[in-house]
Each structure stands twice: as structure tokens, then as C-alpha cells.
């Protein structure tokens, strides 16, 4: 059975900090990696990783994919409150099949 | 706001209702999904149309059955809904799911109350 783990699954920090989230992963026939930001509704679409050690950067927001050690991270850096969402990560496999999704992780950004 | 539009926004139905939610994407996508997310949970996967063919249908009870008219459209009809049946549900899409694979594009959900 396909598995996504993450952690932590809260945390809780104060603006300007940074902070890595982390996301392990079991997938059959693996094809991609997705980091999802979820505030109250849609989840919203952030990166999505396919080869291993290509960073992918958007803005203050930064994700690497491990295919050997099968896990990906998410960094955040200078947090504002605005990053106060949960982080989802999932994994796809082979085929038309949707995504397999963690569990979240619930960001906390103090004023 | 999402490419991918649901409606209704909010929905309360009793447990003899019949009622369907509607998901709509002018992407051209020619994938689209259906998930099901309780309250502080990830999303779960019930459907997914590939072409505008069910492709997958992740053992979901009966009273929940997909419908996909052309390849714009996705409808959920519920029928005899329990109250743990409550829920967000989440339409999707993405470009091409059998070549290679594209990011899911969510719809903002119908909450779904089960009364």
C-alpha cells in the first residue's frame, strides 16, 4: 500500500524564522512529487518534483527531491503569518490514479 | 480563486435527499477527480475520469455515484446520505494523467453537511 508520511505534523514558529518540512514517501512504479498549500479551502499547488537533487525555488519557498532516500523537503524561509497554512505533500504513481497524500503539516506563523 | 469551479459552496441535505454537486474546468484537462477530506485529514481519492471514462473508484458506497457528461464537466449525485458522510469534497483536474503526469488543480469544495 502506497504511504506518505510528514513531519511534523504541527509546528509552530515566530516571523522570520525558517523552517523545513519533511515528507517520506512509499509509492509504487514513483513518478512525481507534489507540496501542496491548504488554507481554508483548495489546496493550491506549489511544486512538483520528478528528478532528485534539482532544487525548485519559488519566491521564499524552496523543495528538493531525494529518490534514493525516498523523501522530500520543503523550506520556508523569513516566514510571514501569511505562510500560516497546512503543507500538504503526495506522492503519484504509475497511471491515472490521483495522488496519495500525508497527512499535512500544520504551520503556525507568530506575529 | 480556483480555474476549477464547485457548486454549491455549502450544502445541508437530510439523509433521504437526493442531491448532486457540480465541478466544471475549462483547462482542457482530460483528467478529473473527485476527493473526499474530513476535517483536519488529507484528502482521499473516491473517483477518477480519465477521458471522461470512470478509471477509478477508490470502494466507494453506492449512495455516492460519479458522473462525467463531456470532458468540462464532473457531477457527484448523492443519494441516502449518512451524517458521517459530512465532509469537504474536492473536484480536481489535471492536463494528462496516462502520459505524464501534471499537478492536481482543486476546486475550492462543497461543504458538505449530512443532517
Known amino acids: 500500500e502506497d504511504k506518505v508520511v510528514q513531519s511534523p505534523l504541527s509546528l509552530v514558529v515566530h516571523e522570520g524564522d525558517t523552517v523545513t518540512l519533511n515528507c517520506s514517501y512509499e509509492v509504487t512504479n514513483f513518478r512525481s512529487l507534489l507540496w501542496y498549500k491548504q488554507e481554508k479551502k483548495a489546496p493550491t499547488f506549489l511544486f512538483m518534483l520528478?528528478?532528485?537533487?534539482i532544487e525548485k525555488k519559488s519566491g521564499r519557498l524552496s523543495s528538493i527531491l531525494d529518490k534514493k532516500e525516498l523523501f522530500s523537503i520543503l523550506n520556508i524561509t523569513a516566514t510571514q503569518t501569511g505562510d500560516s497554512a497546512i503543507y500538504l505533500c503526495a506522492a503519484s504513481g504509475g497511471g491515472a490514479d490521483g495522488l496519495t497524500f500525508g497527512k499535512g503539516t500544520h504551520l503556525i506563523i507568530q506575529p | 480563486d480556483t480555474e476549477v469551479t464547485q457548486t454549491p459552496k455549502h450544502l445541508v441535505m437530510g439523509m433521504t435527499n437526493k442531491k448532486s454537486l457540480k465541478c466544471e474546468q475549462h483547462m482542457g484537462h482530460r483528467a478529473m477527480y473527485w476527493y473526499k477530506q474530513k476535517a483536519k485529514k488529507p484528502p482521499e481519492l473516491m473517483f477518477v475520469?480519465?477521458?471522461?471514462?470512470?478509471?477509478i473508484n477508490e470502494s466507494v458506497p453506492s449512495r455516492f455515484s460519479p458522473e462525467c457528461p463531456n470532458s468540462s464537466l464532473l457531477n457527484l449525485h448523492l443519494h441516502a446520505l449518512q451524517p458521517e458522510d459530512s465532509a469537504l469534497y474536492l473536484c480536481a483536474s489535471s492536463q494528462d494523467p496516462g502520459v505524464s503526469y501534471s499537478p492536481l488543480h482543486f476546486g475550492n469544495g462543497t461543504r458538505l453537511t449530512v443532517t
Open positions: 520528478t528528478s532528485s537533487g
Open positions: 475520469y480519465s477521458y471522461e471514462k470512470l478509471s
